[in-house]
């Protein structure tokens, strides 16, 4: 299960979670992110792994054949059950690290800023939990931070195990900032194909389950 108290975080800062996409200068890459990310999965049926507030699941339902959008928190979900979307759009209450059964099967999958909070440990129980509810040849994608000085929160520190982490006021908050090589390492195992792209201020990973 994820962390109490990173599921604790992000049911407190519901409200303001969205305020993360107003950055003036991180307007050109989003441009592209919303974009290009649901036009990798349209016309599939699309497992969303910590969907937040529904941000990514709007843009992507407008192309998929059906999501199923899940997160751990539900203050965010109650904000996202809330919109408007395109596609047949299900929520549901799923631990990441083990998504059950009852979900359904998917040709699709998206995780946005996510993998950022896994700790280092536990990135191949995640892998394992999400494709497990995958078919083969399912088109997976995951996008999330990259490091940027005097626009990213500053690192405060690391701990045994190699994870960093960021101080928010009084809240202290795991965020890894995976090189590519990294990300290789455990992706590509399990991939038929393997694409990155590093923009200015976010990655983007893409690739199809074997």
Request: net charge negative; with cysteine; proline share 4%.
């Amino acid at each position: 299960m994820a962390s109490a108290e990173l599921v604790d975080y992000y049911r407190r800062r519901a409200g303001e979670y969205e305020a993360i996409y107003a950055k003036p200068e991180r307007q050109s890459d989003l441009a592209f992110l919303r974009q290009h990310i649901p036009s990798r999965l349209a016309g599939r049926a699309v497992l969303e792994a910590a969907c937040g507030t529904g941000y990514w699941t709007v843009l992507i339902s407008n192309v998929a054949k059906s999501v199923v959008a899940t997160d751990l928190a539900e203050e965010p979900m109650r904000i996202a059950r809330s919109k408007a979307y395109g596609a047949d759009v299900r929520f549901e209450l799923a631990d990441a690290y083990a998504l059950p059964d009852s979900l359904g099967r998917f040709d699709g999958a998206l995780a946005v800023f996510w993998w950022s909070h896994i700790p280092l440990g536990r990135i191949g129980a995640f892998l394992s939990s999400l494709h497990s509810r995958l078919e083969s040849g399912a088109r997976v994608l995951f996008m999330d931070n990259t490091y940027v000085e005097g626009s990213s929160t500053p690192l405060a520190g690391r701990d045994a195990d190699g994870n960093t982490w960021q101080q928010r006021g009084p809240d202290r908050v795991l965020k890894n900032f995976p090189t590519e090589r990294e990300l290789r390492q455990h992706i590509e195992p399990h991939a038929r194909a393997f694409a990155y792209r590093a923009l200015e201020y976010y990655w983007l990973a893409e690739y199809e389950l074997e």
